[in-house]
């Protein structure tokens, strides 16, 4: 019999198993809550109102990928229940997701798009923006290659700073020293964006518009 230590892990977001994982919705969401907490195929089919035997094939599926694992047999109403976490995730480095092929990028930024929507959404019904100093911002800036790599730099700075914060406070709740704290998401992107009104005029040396009506890719034609 296999076993979750006979699997060989996955470490890149190259690796086959990892992308047929993330290309099931229901999967992606079954990682998002195991990443939360240990939890068992009922526990995720009551928070996820899926029927059990859906989600216990998906989470077979997710444990033969490698990406979840047995950690505990309990036994529950006269049953055993099996308790599974989630694995270490693929590395994310440059490098890596340079060299990832398409199919692998794109289902990994579905499946972090699917989970920050999920989030932000239940955030923002419950009220989770509503501090005065809640924060979120959209900018859209032209950028060299220069500032393009700037700019990174600074995302990673940033990311460190969000480490120490996070290793500071959980010094200080394990301590005792705070009563109170509380779950804060923190989502950063770095893309090359496409503009919502089309791209300018410069890049693609089209005319100035007619009658001053504006060509919006190329749809929207003078009258």
């Not at 779950?183 to 009658?211: I, S």
Request: no cysteine; charged share 30%; glycine share 6%.
């Amino acid at each position: 019999m296999v076993t979750d230590s006979d699997l060989k892990p996955v470490r890149n977001i190259d690796d086959p198993r990892y992308v047929k994982a993330l290309s099931h919705p229901l999967r992606v969401r079954v990682l998002a809550l195991l990443q939360e907490r240990d939890s068992s195929p009922v526990e995720l089919a009551k928070m996820l109102d899926v029927k059990l035997g859906v989600v216990s094939y998906h989470v077979k599926t997710l444990r033969d990928y490698g990406l979840v694992e047995l950690v505990e047999m309990r036994q529950r109403r006269g049953a055993v229940e099996h308790v599974y976490r989630v694995k270490e995730r693929p590395q994310l480095s440059d490098d890596a997701w340079g060299d990832a092929p398409p199919v692998a990028k794109q289902a990994y930024v579905a499946s972090f798009l699917s989970t920050v929507r999920a989030y932000t959404d239940a955030a923002a019904a419950a009220g989770g923006f509503d501090r005065k100093d809640a924060h979120f911002t959209r900018t859209v800036a032209p950028l060299d290659e220069k500032g393009w790599k700037a700019l990174g730099r600074a995302y990673e700075r940033f990311l460190g700073q969000v480490d120490k914060a996070i290793a500071d406070a959980d010094g200080r709740i394990a301590s005792g020293e705070t009563e109170r704290h509380m779950d804060a998401g923190v989502v950063l992107m770095l893309f090359e964006a496409t503009r919502l009104t089309g791209p300018r005029q410069e890049e693609e040396n089209e005319p100035k518009p007619l009658n001053g009506v504006p060509r919006l890719n190329g749809d929207v034609k003078p009258v």
